[in-house]
């Protein structure tokens, strides 16, 4: 990831949350993945993003993604599960698990989606401290630093604790949560030249949605779309699960499902069942 992300071009990188999701866009031809806290506490717990996934769940997921994809992978560490001891355990475990690029913020606990409101920071100490000791724990990971300080200080305190966290030492910035494209853009040109820049495009979000195209032009390096395959999963469950209900069969959406063997090309399982044959005696 550190080579790919010197080319200089954008890194766009969807959101997943588990193994299938992850082959479907690695099938898809992303070059990089993004697994998005968020999307684990939607999809796996049925709950919103506010701190309640755990270290051990993340760890977890990225165990079985990393077992069935090669493609780096950026991953949501949060908070880094508590103060810069945990942070540095989190970084480890992360990293024997498969992740290519580690995040974490500077909100306080319980932490919430980056989008919502009524969020909390720790100090810019506490914060660059956690840099530190994840970067004393990585062994090759990136480590990226994530500032929410636009909601709750303004944007030139973003800026600031941005800098802090640089000087800290972080491989990538992340400022969550501009509220126009002069916003993004006035972070890009303070950090764009020095530093890898994430952008995270939430539909509905209070970010403007940009298309790569035009967040590469901003200045971004790194394009992320966390969160919009569990919205469009689930507005089609709804559409399924209705018309189930509606008509006792899924003859309706037939044409817009894989059947049964479709499924099983796709997650390879003829290949499997001939890899087995080998060990037959």
Known sequence: ????????????????????????AEQAGFEALYLSGASIA??????????????????????????RVSAPIIVDADTGFGNALNVARTVRQFERAGASVIQLEDQATPKRCGHLDGKALVTASEMAGKIRAALDARTKALIMARTDAIAVEGLDAAVERAERYLEAGADVLF???????????????????????????????????????????????????PGGLARCLAFAAQEYFASLKRDGTTAALRDRMLDFEGLNRLIGTPEMLQLGKRYET
């Open 1 to 24: 990831m550190r080579e790919r992300l010197s080319h200089g071009s954008l890194v766009l990188a969807p959101g997943v949350y588990d193994a299938l999701t992850a082959l479907l």
């Open 42 to 67: 939607y999809t796996r717990l049925g709950r919103p993003d506010i701190g309640l996934v755990t270290a051990s769940e993340v760890a977890d997921t990225l165990q079985n993604i990393r077992e």
């Open 175 to 225: 400022i969550e949560a501009p509220r126009s494209t002069d916003e993004m853009r006035a972070v890009t040109a303070r950090f764009g030249n020095r530093v890898p820049m994430l952008a995270n495009m939430v539909e509905g979000g209070k970010t403007p949605l940009v298309d790569a195209k035009g967040l590469e032009a901003l200045g971004y390096r790194i394009a992320i779309f």
